[in-house]
């Protein structure tokens, strides 16, 4: 599998810009997410693998954090329990989008962890987007 790593970014003012981090190794869906956070004027950094995602968390400052929770090698799951240990005010900047099932009680335990939101796959742009400005706040 191809690891992609790039930074999107627009040069225009506007108010509520922010840095969003997409961890999810669908290339497809972080073309596509990037994609619309970039004419959203965000700026969008796209990682395709998750440990190189737990790294650049780790490393870099970020507004909000889109992540998957079905990767191989280090998965959403791996990312979270790390961040629940080492940085938990890190939580509150993830929304978790993913394609696997998740029932309410999942949801409600992430929400307990101060994981900002949990969308599943395909998903509403616009309410990811929603999402994803209220993660940063």
């Known amino acids: 599998m191809k690891k992609m790593s790039k930074t999107i970014s627009k040069s225009t003012k506007q108010k509520s810009r922010l840095s969003v ?3 999810d190794d669908n290339e497809q869906i972080t073309k596509l997410i990037s994609s619309f956070l970039d004419y959203s004027n965000h ?4 990682v395709n693998d998750g440990k190189e995602g737990l790294e650049l968390i780790k490393t870099n400052q970020y507004d909000s954090i889109v992540l998957d929770l079905a990767m191989p090698e280090c998965d959403g799951h791996q990312i979270i329990k790390t961040l629940q240990k080492d940085d938990p005010d890190q939580l ?6 993913t394609a696997s099932n998740i029932n309410d009680d999942a949801v409600k335990k992430f929400k307990e962890l101060g994981i900002s939101g949990c969308l599943q796959k395909p998903v509403d742009i616009d309410q990811l987007l929603s999402n994803i400005t209220k993660a940063s706040s």
């Open 43 to 46: 700026d969008c950094t796209v």
């Open 21 to 23: 981090l997409i961890v």
């Open 92 to 97: 509150k900047k993830i929304t978790i989008l």
